[in-house]
Protein backbone atom coordinates (compact mmCIF):
# COMPACT_ATOMS: atom_id res chain seq x y z
CA UNK A 1 0.00 0.00 0.00
CA UNK A 2 1.37 3.46 -0.86
CA UNK A 3 2.57 5.63 2.70
CA UNK A 4 2.34 8.71 1.12
CA UNK A 5 -0.51 9.98 -1.58
CA UNK A 6 0.38 13.34 -3.76
CA UNK A 7 -2.82 13.45 -5.23
CA UNK A 8 -1.80 16.23 -7.51
CA UNK A 9 0.62 15.83 -10.26
CA UNK A 10 0.65 19.45 -11.47
CA UNK A 11 -0.39 22.71 -9.90
CA UNK A 12 -0.32 26.41 -11.14
CA UNK A 13 0.04 29.57 -9.03
CA UNK A 14 0.90 32.77 -9.73
CA UNK A 15 3.11 34.72 -8.84
CA UNK A 16 2.70 36.45 -5.32
CA UNK A 17 0.13 34.19 -4.31
CA UNK A 18 -0.15 31.20 -1.97
CA UNK A 19 -0.63 27.30 -2.73
CA UNK A 20 -1.38 24.52 -1.22
CA UNK A 21 0.47 21.38 -2.37
CA UNK A 22 -1.59 17.78 -0.79
CA UNK A 23 -0.02 15.07 0.62
CA UNK A 24 -1.71 12.47 3.26
CA UNK A 25 0.25 9.73 4.66
CA UNK A 26 -0.82 6.26 6.16
CA UNK A 27 0.90 4.82 9.37
CA UNK A 28 -0.20 3.23 12.42
CA UNK A 29 3.40 3.97 13.64
CA UNK A 30 2.72 6.73 16.84
CA UNK A 31 6.58 8.28 15.85
CA UNK A 32 6.95 9.18 12.81
CA UNK A 33 8.48 12.57 11.01
CA UNK A 34 7.05 14.27 7.48
CA UNK A 35 9.62 15.94 5.40
CA UNK A 36 8.58 18.20 2.11
CA UNK A 37 11.55 18.54 -0.36
CA UNK A 38 11.78 20.58 -3.67
CA UNK A 39 13.36 19.35 -6.58
CA UNK A 40 14.32 21.92 -9.26
CA UNK A 41 14.85 20.86 -12.82
CA UNK A 42 18.64 20.82 -11.94
CA UNK A 43 18.18 17.93 -9.62
CA UNK A 44 19.08 18.52 -6.25
CA UNK A 45 16.75 18.25 -3.80
CA UNK A 46 16.58 20.52 -1.02
CA UNK A 47 15.20 19.74 2.34
CA UNK A 48 12.35 22.50 2.95
CA UNK A 49 10.82 21.29 6.19
CA UNK A 50 9.92 18.60 8.94
CA UNK A 51 7.44 18.40 11.15
CA UNK A 52 7.23 15.58 13.69
CA UNK A 53 4.37 12.96 15.18
CA UNK A 54 4.36 14.66 18.19
CA UNK A 55 4.96 18.71 17.35
CA UNK A 56 1.98 20.25 19.09
CA UNK A 57 2.41 22.98 16.39
CA UNK A 58 2.13 23.11 12.71
CA UNK A 59 5.78 23.93 11.38
CA UNK A 60 7.17 26.85 9.70
CA UNK A 61 10.18 27.59 7.68
CA UNK A 62 10.29 30.99 5.66
CA UNK A 63 7.83 31.34 3.05
CA UNK A 64 6.75 27.31 4.24
CA UNK A 65 4.53 26.59 6.43
CA UNK A 66 2.86 22.89 6.94
CA UNK A 67 -0.89 21.97 7.93
CA UNK A 68 -0.07 18.92 9.86
CA UNK A 69 -3.65 17.31 10.75
CA UNK A 70 -3.05 14.23 12.92
CA UNK A 71 -6.38 13.08 12.85
CA UNK A 72 -6.75 13.19 8.89
CA UNK A 73 -3.24 11.91 8.49
CA UNK A 74 -2.24 14.88 6.05
CA UNK A 75 0.58 17.13 5.63
CA UNK A 76 -0.10 19.90 3.55
CA UNK A 77 2.45 22.17 2.28
CA UNK A 78 1.85 25.68 1.94
CA UNK A 79 4.34 28.30 -0.14
CA UNK A 80 3.17 32.43 0.51
CA UNK A 81 3.71 34.95 -1.77
CA UNK A 82 4.88 32.21 -4.69
CA UNK A 83 8.03 33.71 -6.58
CA UNK A 84 9.35 32.14 -10.21
CA UNK A 85 11.96 30.11 -8.30
CA UNK A 86 9.57 27.94 -6.41
CA UNK A 87 8.77 26.41 -9.69
CA UNK A 88 9.91 22.82 -9.19
CA UNK A 89 8.92 19.21 -8.37
CA UNK A 90 7.92 18.94 -4.65
CA UNK A 91 8.00 15.78 -2.66
CA UNK A 92 6.19 14.96 0.55
CA UNK A 93 8.19 12.02 2.40
CA UNK A 94 7.60 9.86 5.60
CA UNK A 95 10.14 8.61 8.23
CA UNK A 96 8.57 5.37 10.46
CA UNK A 97 10.72 5.03 13.79
CA UNK A 98 9.13 1.26 13.50
CA UNK A 99 10.63 1.00 9.83
CA UNK A 100 14.27 1.75 10.40
CA UNK A 101 13.50 4.82 9.83
CA UNK A 102 13.19 4.92 6.15
CA UNK A 103 12.20 7.77 4.02
CA UNK A 104 9.38 6.75 1.76
CA UNK A 105 8.64 9.51 -0.29
CA UNK A 106 5.58 10.59 -2.31
CA UNK A 107 5.03 10.57 -6.52
CA UNK A 108 5.88 14.69 -6.29
CA UNK A 109 3.71 17.58 -7.64
CA UNK A 110 5.36 19.71 -10.38
CA UNK A 111 4.45 23.11 -9.44
CA UNK A 112 4.56 25.99 -11.92
CA UNK A 113 4.81 29.59 -10.96
CA UNK A 114 3.26 31.83 -13.66
CA UNK A 115 4.56 35.38 -13.71
CA UNK B 1 29.84 23.85 5.24
CA UNK B 2 30.42 21.65 1.99
CA UNK B 3 27.42 19.55 0.75
CA UNK B 4 27.13 15.90 -0.32
CA UNK B 5 29.42 15.39 -3.08
CA UNK B 6 28.56 12.91 -6.25
CA UNK B 7 30.20 12.18 -9.11
CA UNK B 8 29.78 11.32 -11.92
CA UNK B 9 27.28 13.96 -12.62
CA UNK B 10 25.96 12.02 -16.04
CA UNK B 11 26.57 8.49 -17.17
CA UNK B 12 26.08 6.35 -19.90
CA UNK B 13 26.56 2.95 -20.89
CA UNK B 14 25.39 -0.14 -22.59
CA UNK B 15 23.07 -2.99 -21.41
CA UNK B 16 25.48 -5.60 -19.31
CA UNK B 17 28.61 -3.24 -18.61
CA UNK B 18 29.51 -2.32 -14.92
CA UNK B 19 29.04 1.17 -13.51
CA UNK B 20 30.00 2.51 -10.05
CA UNK B 21 29.00 5.77 -8.59
CA UNK B 22 30.73 7.96 -5.53
CA UNK B 23 29.55 9.63 -2.51
CA UNK B 24 30.97 12.20 -0.09
CA UNK B 25 28.77 12.76 2.67
CA UNK B 26 28.77 15.71 4.60
CA UNK B 27 31.18 16.11 7.05
CA UNK B 28 30.51 14.49 10.28
CA UNK B 29 27.31 12.82 9.08
CA UNK B 30 27.43 9.41 10.21
CA UNK B 31 24.13 8.04 8.09
CA UNK B 32 24.74 8.17 4.55
CA UNK B 33 21.64 6.76 1.85
CA UNK B 34 21.96 5.91 -2.11
CA UNK B 35 18.46 6.25 -3.51
CA UNK B 36 16.90 5.25 -7.29
CA UNK B 37 14.90 8.04 -8.89
CA UNK B 38 13.08 6.57 -11.90
CA UNK B 39 11.89 9.51 -14.33
CA UNK B 40 8.71 10.82 -12.94
CA UNK B 41 8.44 9.11 -9.59
CA UNK B 42 10.23 10.14 -5.88
CA UNK B 43 12.97 8.61 -4.68
CA UNK B 44 13.36 5.29 -4.12
CA UNK B 45 15.80 4.05 -0.68
CA UNK B 46 18.42 1.47 -2.02
CA UNK B 47 20.03 0.93 1.48
CA UNK B 48 21.08 2.98 4.46
CA UNK B 49 24.52 3.07 5.98
CA UNK B 50 25.21 4.00 9.93
CA UNK B 51 28.88 4.65 10.25
CA UNK B 52 30.47 1.49 7.59
CA UNK B 53 27.67 -0.55 8.78
CA UNK B 54 24.33 -1.47 6.94
CA UNK B 55 21.19 -0.54 8.55
CA UNK B 56 19.02 -1.38 5.85
CA UNK B 57 19.62 -2.92 2.14
CA UNK B 58 15.83 -4.35 1.55
CA UNK B 59 15.46 -2.94 -1.57
CA UNK B 60 18.38 -3.18 -2.64
CA UNK B 61 18.49 -5.69 -6.20
CA UNK B 62 21.21 -7.74 -4.22
CA UNK B 63 22.04 -10.30 -7.62
CA UNK B 64 23.49 -6.54 -9.59
CA UNK B 65 23.67 -3.57 -7.16
CA UNK B 66 26.22 -3.22 -4.58
CA UNK B 67 27.36 -0.63 -1.95
CA UNK B 68 29.97 -0.03 0.60
CA UNK B 69 30.76 2.51 2.79
CA UNK B 70 34.32 0.89 4.25
CA UNK B 71 35.76 3.72 6.49
CA UNK B 72 32.54 5.13 7.46
CA UNK B 73 33.07 8.16 5.58
CA UNK B 74 32.77 7.98 1.60
CA UNK B 75 30.52 5.15 -0.21
CA UNK B 76 30.44 3.76 -3.78
CA UNK B 77 27.70 2.20 -5.45
CA UNK B 78 27.92 -0.84 -7.94
CA UNK B 79 25.88 -1.59 -10.41
CA UNK B 80 26.81 -4.84 -12.34
CA UNK B 81 25.51 -5.89 -14.91
CA UNK B 82 23.37 -2.92 -15.87
CA UNK B 83 19.63 -3.62 -17.23
CA UNK B 84 18.00 -1.29 -19.30
CA UNK B 85 15.28 -0.69 -15.90
CA UNK B 86 18.32 0.63 -14.64
CA UNK B 87 18.36 4.26 -16.10
CA UNK B 88 17.87 6.50 -12.99
CA UNK B 89 19.41 9.62 -11.09
CA UNK B 90 21.13 7.75 -8.02
CA UNK B 91 20.92 9.96 -5.33
CA UNK B 92 23.38 9.70 -2.35
CA UNK B 93 22.15 11.50 1.10
CA UNK B 94 23.68 12.09 4.63
CA UNK B 95 22.16 13.17 7.67
CA UNK B 96 23.77 13.93 10.97
CA UNK B 97 21.81 11.02 12.55
CA UNK B 98 19.15 8.67 10.84
CA UNK B 99 16.14 10.40 12.57
CA UNK B 100 17.77 13.92 11.43
CA UNK B 101 16.76 16.00 8.04
CA UNK B 102 18.70 14.29 5.11
CA UNK B 103 20.94 16.54 2.81
CA UNK B 104 20.80 15.06 -0.80
CA UNK B 105 24.13 15.40 -3.03
CA UNK B 106 23.27 16.43 -6.97
CA UNK B 107 22.86 12.83 -8.24
CA UNK B 108 24.42 10.43 -11.17
CA UNK B 109 22.43 10.75 -14.00
CA UNK B 110 22.57 7.00 -15.47
CA UNK B 111 21.44 6.17 -19.05
CA UNK B 112 21.54 2.46 -20.50
CA UNK B 113 21.48 1.50 -24.13
Known amino acids: AQKITQTQPGMFVQEKEAVTLDCTYD???????LFWYKQPSSGEMIFLIY??????QNATEGRYSLNFQKARKSANLVISASQLGDSAMYFC????????????FGAGTRLTVKP | EAGVAQSPRYKIIEKRQSVAFWCNPI?????LYWYQQILGQGPKLLIQ????????DSQLPKDRFSAERLKGVDSTLKIQPAKLEDSAVYLC???????????FGDGTRLSIL
Open chain 2, 93 to 103: ASSLQENQPQH
Open chain 1, 27 to 33: TSDPSYG
Open chain 1, 51 to 56: QGSYDQ
Open chain 1, 93 to 104: AMREHEDNNDMR
Open chain 2, 27 to 31: SGHAT
Open chain 2, 49 to 56: FQNNGVVD
